[in-house]
């Protein structure tokens, strides 16, 4: 079964400065792995999705994700954040032979002005 | 199409009452997952449903029961109202089969007083 680990809880970046929110997994087999945002007060929606193929994604509202083998990691970045992008941001492989989706503890964007 | 929706957005309870939340899925999901999220706890899995049999629970009090109805359309129930039932409620729908995605609805807040 797949886990993911996210590095940061907080990440407090300038405005019109690029982030990073990191993510690792641990897996032995095919690696799936998702970035859902979540906006305050809303429920949770996709960012962007590895399932396969090359390995940087692109994703809705400018973030991109690089799937890294060598290093069992699925960075999000941005390369300039907008005060908009103030959320929380969760890591998450598939829903499980479980039925259930084995969320990372999140990490909130905090946007500086 | 039309997203998942939860009803109402926002209940206010008092210690000791029941509460009923409900989600309706995107057109053509079976599946129908719900979370509890608080600051403390991050997300946590309740249960998932699938034609209209419970699949997996998570680690939750008896107080906290849901059903899916044939048109895939789920509710969820607490009982007996404690003040740490207080949280954000989301329902996700997926489709069956494959590496599978989850859709969010806004959200349920609950607050217990």
């Known amino acids: 079964a797949q886990s993911v680990t996210q590095l940061d809880s907080q990440v407090p970046v300038f405005e019109e400065a690029p982030v990073e929110l990191r993510c690792n997994y641990s897996s032995s087999v095919s690696v799936y792995l998702f970035w859902y945002v979540q906006y305050p007060n809303q429920g949770l929606q996709l960012l962007l999705k590895?399932?396969?193929?090359s390995t940087l994604v692109k994703g809705i509202n400018g973030f991109e994700a690089e799937f890294n083998k060598s290093q069992t990691s699925f960075h999000l970045r941005k390369p300039s954040v907008h005060i908009s992008d103030t959320a929380e941001y969760f890591c998450?492989?598939?829903?499980?032979?479980?039925?259930?989706?084995?969320w990372g503890a999140g990490t909130k964007l905090i946007i500086k002005p | 199409k039309a997203g998942v929706t939860q009803t109402p957005r926002y209940l206010i309870k008092t210690r000791g009452q029941q509460v009923t939340l409900s989600c309706s899925p995107i057109s053509g999901h079976r599946s129908v997952s719900w979370y509890q999220q608080t600051p403390g706890q991050g997300l946590q899995f309740l249960f998932e449903?699938?034609?209209?049999?419970?699949?997996n629970k998570g680690n939750f009090p008896g107080r906290f029961s849901g059903r899916q109805f044939s048109n895939s359309r789920s509710e969820m129930n607490v009982s007996t109202l404690e003040l740490g039932d207080s949280a954000l409620y989301l329902c996700?729908?997926?489709?069956?089969?494959?590496?599978?995605?989850?859709?969010f609805g806004q959200g349920t807040r609950l607050t217990v007083v």
């Open positions: 449903y699938f034609s209209e049999t419970q699949r």
């Open positions: 998450a492989p598939p829903m499980d032979s479980n039925y259930q989706l084995i």
């Open positions: 590895y399932l396969s193929g």
């Open positions: 996700a729908s997926s489709r069956v089969g494959g590496v599978v995605e989850a859709f």
